[in-house]
C-alpha cells in the first residue's frame, strides 16, 4: 500500500485542480457526506479525519470579524460600522492583515497541539456585508452601513487583507455573509429565522447583491447563506442566489457554508420541506456545499439517502466535496511546511503585538465622528486648559465588558484603558467626579 505522501494530490508539482480529483476520487460516498455534513459549530464539527489518507480533522468555523474570537487572546479592533465610519480602504486592508496574521499564527500552534476545536481553524465566517436597514436588527454593528457601494468597496479590501498576497497559497480564507438580503428585524413582527424578503429584481440587483458581487471578485474563497427566504425560496435552498447568480453568473470557484442551523430552518421555520432527505435535496442541488448545524444528528447525514433515491446526483456531491478541498488545498494544508510562509509565523510575534495594539488604537480614533464642536462657544474640543470641576456620567465610565460589540475577541483587562483612566490620565480637570447613572447598565431602564 502506498504511503499517504505518495498520493498524487500531496504532488505540488500539479495544478490544483488535478489533485483535488484525485483526492476526492478516493474517498467513498460517506466520507464525502461526513465531509459535507461537519461545518464547525456545537457537535458538529471539526470536519473527520481521513486516516488512510493521512488527513487531518479541519475545523471550518472561525470568527474573524473584528479580531480573531473565541480562540484564546487576540487583538480586539472596532467594530465594523465604526471602520467603515473611517472611509478609508488601506485602513480595513491593514486591519484584515494584522487579523490573519494572529488567526494564521494561532491556528499553527493549535494544529501543532492536535486541536481543531471551534473557532481554532483558517476558515473565517468574515465579513458582514449586509446592509443596514432596520435599526432592530441585532448585529447591525456587524456591517459596513447602508450603502451598497461603501460595504462592497470595504469588503474587498477586507477580502484581499485576510487572504494574503501569496500567489499560492491563502493565509485564512473570508466568507461573505450573510447571502442575501438579510438584515433585521430581529424577533418582531417576524423572526430572522423565517423571514421571507419579498424584494423586486431591481432592489435586490442594485442593493443586495453588488456588495457580495465585490467580495467575489476580490477572490473571496467562501460564502455563507442566509437564515432567510427570498421571494419565497430559503436561500441556502435558492438555486437562483447560490447557482445561477453566484456560481454561474460571477465565475465564483469556492464553496457554500449554511449559517448555523438554516438549513435545518428550510423545514422547521420556513417549511418549504418536510422531510431530512428532501431537505438535503434541495440544499445540496442549489449550491450549498457544507452544513453548520445546530445538532450532531444534522440535515446533510441524509445526503446519502438522498443519493441512493436520484435526488441528488454523485457528480453533485463530488463538486461540492471537491471546492471544500480546492480552499484546503489553497491553505496549504497537504503541501511541505517549508514551503507555506504562513506556517512559520508564530503567537508571540503577532498576537497581541505593540504593532497590532497601536493598529487598534489608530483604527478606533479614524472610527470616530465628531457631530458637533460649536464655534460660537469657543470650541468645546479639544480641551487644552483643565476646567475646574467635571462630572462624567454613564454605566460605561468603569466598565470595560461594555465596550466590545459582539463577536468580539476575549477581553484582555491588561490593554483596555476605560473612560474613567483614560479622563484621569488626560487631566481635563481639576476635580473630576463620576455617577454610574443607570442601575441596569446601558439599557437605562428601557
Request: proline content about 6%; charged content about 20%.
Amino acid at each position: 500500500m502506498a504511503s499517504s505522501q505518495e498520493f498524487p494530490f500531496r504532488n505540488t508539482s500539479l495544478p490544483f485542480d488535478e489533485r483535488v480529483k484525485d483526492l476526492v476520487g478516493r474517498l467513498t460516498l460517506e466520507e464525502m457526506v461526513a465531509q459535507m455534513s461537519h461545518g464547525g459549530a456545537n457537535n458538529n464539527g471539526p470536519a473527520p479525519a481521513i486516516p488512510e489518507l493521512g488527513i487531518n480533522p479541519y475545523q471550518w468555523g472561525t470568527e474573524c470579524i473584528s479580531g480573531d474570537v473565541d480562540a484564546g487572546p487576540a487583538t480586539s479592533f472596532p467594530e465594523s460600522i465604526g471602520l467603515a465610519a473611517a472611509f478609508d480602504y488601506q485602513l480595513l486592508y491593514t486591519f484584515a492583515r494584522a487579523v490573519s496574521n494572529e488567526v494564521r499564527a494561532k491556528n499553527n500552534n493549535y494544529t501543532a497541539h492536535g486541536d481543531y476545536s471551534f473557532h481554532t481553524g483558517l476558515s473565517c465566517w468574515s465579513p458582514v456585508i449586509n446592509i443596514l436597514r432596520d435599526p432592530r436588527w441585532g448585529r447591525n454593528q456587524e456591517t459596513y452601513g447602508e450603502d451598497p457601494w461603501l460595504s462592497g468597496y470595504l469588503g474587498r479590501a477586507y477580502v484581499t487583507g485576510l487572504q494574503g498576497n501569496n500567489s499560492r497559497y491563502v493565509e485564512a480564507n473570508a466568507g461573505c455573509k450573510h447571502f442575501d438580503v438579510h438584515g433585521g428585524p430581529e424577533n418582531i413582527p417576524v423572526s430572522r429565522f423565517s423571514f421571507n424578503a419579498n424584494v423586486t429584481t431591481r432592489d435586490w440587483r442594485m442593493t443586495f447583491l453588488p456588495q457580495f458581487r465585490a467580495c467575489i471578485e476580490a477572490g473571496a474563497w467562501s460564502v455563507m447563506c442566509s437564515y432567510n427566504s427570498i421571494n419565497g425560496v430559503p436561500a441556502c435552498a435558492n438555486k437562483e442566489l447560490l447557482t445561477d447568480i453566484l456560481r454561474n453568473e460571477w465565475g465564483f470557484k469556492g464553496y457554500v457554508v449554511s449559517d448555523q442551523g438554516a438549513i435545518e430552518n428550510i423545514m422547521s421555520a420556513h417549511h418549504y420541506t418536510n422531510s431530512t432527505v428532501a431537505t438535503a435535496e434541495v440544499a445540496v442541488n442549489a449550491g450549498t456545499c457544507l452544513e453548520d448545524a445546530n445538532e450532531e444528528d444534522n440535515v446533510f447525514a441524509s445526503i446519502g439517502q438522498a443519493v441512493s433515491e436520484g435526488l441528488i446526483t454523485d457528480a453533485t456531491v463530488i463538486d461540492a466535496v471537491s471546492r471544500l478541498f480546492l480552499v484546503r488545498m489553497r491553505l496549504g494544508e497537504f503541501d511541505p511546511p517549508e514551503m507555506n510562509p504562513y506556517t512559520k509565523l508564530k503567537v508571540e510575534d503577532y498576537v497581541q503585538s505593540e504593532a497590532h495594539r497601536q493598529l487598534s488604537l489608530e483604527a478606533a480614533m479614524a472610527s470616530a465622528v465628531l457631530m458637533k464642536n460649536d464655534m460660537t462657544m469657543g470650541m468645546t474640543l479639544p480641551i487644552t486648559t483643565p476646567v475646574n470641576s467635571a462630572c462624567v456620567v454613564g454605566p460605561f465610565i468603569n466598565d470595560p465588558s461594555l465596550y466590545f460589540g459582539d463577536y468580539s475577541p476575549t477581553l484582555m483587562p491588561e490593554y483596555i484603558v476605560t473612560v474613567q483612566d483614560g479622563l484621569q490620565d488626560a487631566m481635563i480637570s481639576k476635580a473630576l467626579s463620576y455617577a454610574e447613572g443607570c442601575t441596569d447598565g446601558p439599557k437605562c431602564n428601557c
